[in-house]
């Protein structure tokens, strides 16, 4: 299974809709990453969380990180077209037993799609 | 800056050919990401370095996969011989620290007959 898991893995919504994108990891969170990918071009970075209870927010973007429950949720406000795209987390974590040395893992990725 | 390069944007080639991917980090950026990305298994990081020295290739499939970094402004990935399950899209990113952002280039789309 994924070490961080993605949910939806897709996701249809109408224009002017709000939506939630949620990462969870198996592992304890150091660090969460959020970047948005558009087909046959790289991620471009949206925002880096690091610590327990941080959220921040870009234009109608808002990220939360629950370092508790080891999950992030990223919340879409009155979704536009401009917003269609595939989101995916990155989590760094530290792998215990292996000298405390860092890792980036990431989801798999959602896949949004705004109707107009 | 003109962010991450990396050339060609599109590769086809058959089986067994020698395929060579390339990468110009950002200016500065002391950590160099090579990752492979596919439906299945989303995005690997396949090996990092740092100053221009490998630090975890713990991720290369196998040794069919090479990676070199002979300095700060360039890096390779190099599969040979290719295979068809080595089809993917292979991106490069760079960042200033290990756990600091990570910015992506566009991307190689890596298509093996």
């Known amino acids: 299974s994924q070490e961080l898991e993605q949910s939806p893995q897709s996701l249809i919504v109408q224009e002017g809709k709000n939506l939630t994108i949620n990462c969870t990891s198996s592992?304890?969170?150091?660090?969460l990453y959020w970047y948005k990918q558009k087909y046959g071009e790289g991620l471009i970075f949206l925002m880096m969380?690091?610590?327990g209870g941080e959220e921040k927010s870009h234009e109608k973007i808002t990220a939360k990180l629950d370092e508790k429950k080891q999950q992030s949720s990223l919340h879409i406000t009155a979704s536009q077209p401009s917003h269609a795209g595939i989101y995916l987390c990155?989590?760094?974590?530290?792998?215990?037993?292996?000298?405390?040395?860092?890792?980036?893992?990431w989801g798999l990725g959602t896949s949004l799609a705004v109707n107009p | 800056d003109a962010g991450v390069i990396q050339s060609p944007r599109h590769e086809v080639t058959e089986m067994g050919q020698e395929v060579t991917l390339r990468c110009k980090p950002i200016?500065?950026?002391?950590?160099l990401f090579w990752y492979r990305q596919t439906m299945m298994r989303g995005l690997e990081l396949l090996i990092y370095?740092?100053?221009?020295?490998?630090?975890?290739d713990s991720g290369m499939p196998e040794d069919r996969f090479s990676a070199k970094m002979p300095n700060a402004s360039f890096s390779t990935l190099k599969i040979q011989p290719s295979e068809p399950r080595d089809s993917a899209v292979y991106f490069c990113?760079?960042?200033?620290?290990?756990?600091?952002?990570?910015?992506f280039g566009p991307g190689t789309r890596l298509t093996v007959l």
């Open positions: 200016s500065g950026h002391d950590y």
């Open positions: 592992k304890t969170l150091y660090g």
């Open positions: 990155g989590a760094d974590i530290r792998v215990v037993g292996d000298g405390n040395n860092r890792k980036l893992i």
């Open positions: 969380l690091q610590k």
């Open positions: 370095f740092n100053n221009n020295v490998p630090i975890d």
């Open positions: 990113a760079s960042s200033l620290a290990i756990t600091d952002t990570q910015y």
